[in-house]
């Protein structure tokens, strides 16, 4: 987008926040019957024949706020999201209480760390299929779904941790001059969270593609304090790009196939190789974590725009947040498992839904 574009972008949001009109609003967003929303026609509920039978079992607060995302669909699957949050929220909570005697208060990451260890023990565990005779195990489910992460959303996590890795990078350099350290509270705590939970990956992240960014910022704390420049020239916006786009589908490989990644000491010399994920259950931990809760955390603290309002948004916000949706969906499904609220066979519906996101998992072209 250039300048010119940014600007009548920036006169529409003016004109649509001082003078709201529910018509106009509409109009900035794609029409119902664009490509993007098709997928709505064959969405598949969740609908356990235990709740038929046994209404009592109905989660009541994760399907009431059930109720609320579905009515966002599909035309706001990032405000759907929001609200199906919320029912995770809940379930993962109730899993913990269910779970753990012993902890004094509930906290969303020990929670969520909870509920994927219980999930692991399930990885395994084969879905059924009544529409053919193959079947295919949760982890088989989870690996098709990082086979259809969008770009948006693998371009959602490289930048997080290259901004992380650009201000710490130009803070170790600050100690060996006069230059003003960017304050830590402008460190994300997503990406200081990535940072400790795949070291494996943020090690090589760092070295392969951290380190190059890094070159190409100007590092400075913007006058009004609320945010940092990373001052990328007009020449290097390209590169910058290349960086972000290479980075996101390194990410995509490394979550589908787990391969062994070069790992380096603080002189930027190889010393090894190691797994970059252990385990099926950190795969799982590195999608809730990295993407969901990650969304999840920048939404709800006002770090990001709202993606749909966006003067960036397009097809590719749409298609972004509905991955974001719908492997939500599947997560809260695992969670109602754990819970005994849903049967295995419940799950079916996910292998049908998963069918609706494009397939994106490609060869790696070289890096930048």
Not at 87 to 100: E, G, H, I, P, R
Not at 150 to 178: M, Q, R, W
Not at 324 to 332: C, E, K, P, W
Not at 337 to 347: G, T
């Amino acid at each position: 987008m250039n300048s010119s574009q940014r600007a009548e972008q920036l006169t529409q949001l003016y004109e649509l926040v001082t003078n709201y009109s529910l018509s106009k609003h509409l109009e900035k967003q794609l029409n119902i019957d664009h490509n993007s929303f098709k997928w709505f026609e064959q969405f598949k509920l969740l609908d356990s024949k235990t709740w038929k039978t046994a209404p009592e079992k109905i989660p009541y607060i994760a399907a009431t706020t059930l109720i609320d995302s579905y009515s966002c669909l599909p035309k706001r699957p990032d405000m759907a999201f929001t609200y199906l949050w919320t029912a995770v929220n809940s379930c993962y909570n109730d899993l913990f209480l269910k779970t753990n005697t012993t902890s004094a208060k509930l906290t969303d990451t020990g929670s969520i760390s909870n509920s994927i260890n219980i999930i692991s023990t399930h990885l395994q565990t084969e879905i059924p299929n009544t529409q053919s005779a193959a079947s295919q195990t949760i982890d088989e489910t989870i690996v098709d779904f990082a086979k259809r992460i969008p770009d948006k959303t693998l371009h959602f996590v490289a930048t997080y941790l290259l901004k992380g890795i650009a201000i710490e990078s130009y803070n170790k350099t600050c100690s060996s001059n006069s230059a003003q350290k960017i304050r830590d509270i402008h460190i994300s705590s997503t990406y200081s969270s990535f940072k400790k939970r795949f070291g494996v990956i943020h090690n090589y992240v760092e070295w392969m593609f951290g380190k190059k960014y890094s070159a190409i910022c100007s590092i400075s704390e913007a006058s009004g304090k609320t945010d940092v420049d990373f001052g990328i020239s007009t020449k290097d916006k390209i590169k910058s790009r290349d960086i972000i786009h290479a980075l996101g589908k390194e990410l995509q490989k490394i979550i589908i196939e787990r391969p062994n990644l070069s790992q380096y000491n603080d002189k930027g010399i190889k010393t090894s190789d190691a797994q970059s994920i252990g385990t099926e259950a950190q795969r799982l931990e590195l999608l809730v974590f990295g993407i969901l809760y990650a969304s999840r955390n920048n939404n709800a603290h006002g770090n990001v725009a709202s993606r749909i309002n966006s003067i960036y948004a397009n097809a590719e916000s749409i298609k972004s947040a509905t991955w974001v949706y719908l492997f939500s969906y599947f997560y809260l499904s695992l969670l109602l498992y754990c819970l005994n609220s849903i049967l295995i066979d419940d799950l079916e519906i996910h292998t049908s839904n998963l069918t609706l996101l494009r397939l994106t998992s490609k060869t790696l072209p070289h890096k930048p």
